[in-house]
């Protein structure tokens, strides 16, 4: 419980602030009020508890409105890493896994508003990603969390199935 928090509180502090969050006053602000307020936070969170694992020995950084690598077109989230076997090689044991980062597309998600408004997909976003980070290659299986193209919401877990904070 302590390590969740401990990195849910780091990931925090490493998420690129939004207009709200900019305000000289944040480090005044408790712990609920800054996860309330950051649903990328939230969803990482979410994702711990529905794999009921942390990958990366706990240090996963997640930032919020990137603009697409290269060869990412149409892409809403993606992983980057270290690993046994070289730079996001999902070939390698998971456990090797350093240097973790969850990235969100600014196209999809540009602001927190967006994020709150579009819960279950970023939700279910993190939750895919975070997947990856734990070794979970793509699925075929319908309706799979970790399907390589969500077109609709069909595949959600009910655990994102509420609104952030």
């Given amino acids: 419980m302590a390590r969740s928090l401990v990195l849910t509180l780091l990931v925090t502090l490493l998420l690129v602030p939004g207009t709200a969050e900019a305000s000289p006053h944040r480090a ?35 930032l919020v409105n990137r603009a697409l690598p290269a060869g990412l077109d149409g892409t809403d989230g993606w992983v980057t890493f270290e690993s046994s076997l070289g730079a996001n090689n999902l070939q390698a044991p998971a456990a090797s896994y350093t240097q973790c980062t969850i990235a969100l597309a ?11 408004q579009d819960w279950n997909m970023l939700c279910l ?23 390589p193209v969500f077109t609709n919401e069909s595949s959600v877990p009910s655990i994102c199935r509420s609104s952030p904070g």
């Fill in 28 to 62: 005044h602000r408790s712990h609920a009020a800054r996860t309330r307020a950051n649903p990328a936070v939230l969803a990482l969170a979410v994702a711990e508890r529905y794999w009921a694992a942390v990958p990366c020995a706990g240090k996963v950084t997640v």
């Fill in 106 to 116: 600014h196209w999809q998600w540009p602001t927190a508003t967006a994020m709150r």
């Fill in 125 to 147: 976003t993190v939750i895919h990603e975070l997947g990856h980070l734990l070794g979970h290659p793509h699925s075929l299986v319908a309706g799979s969390v970790m399907a």
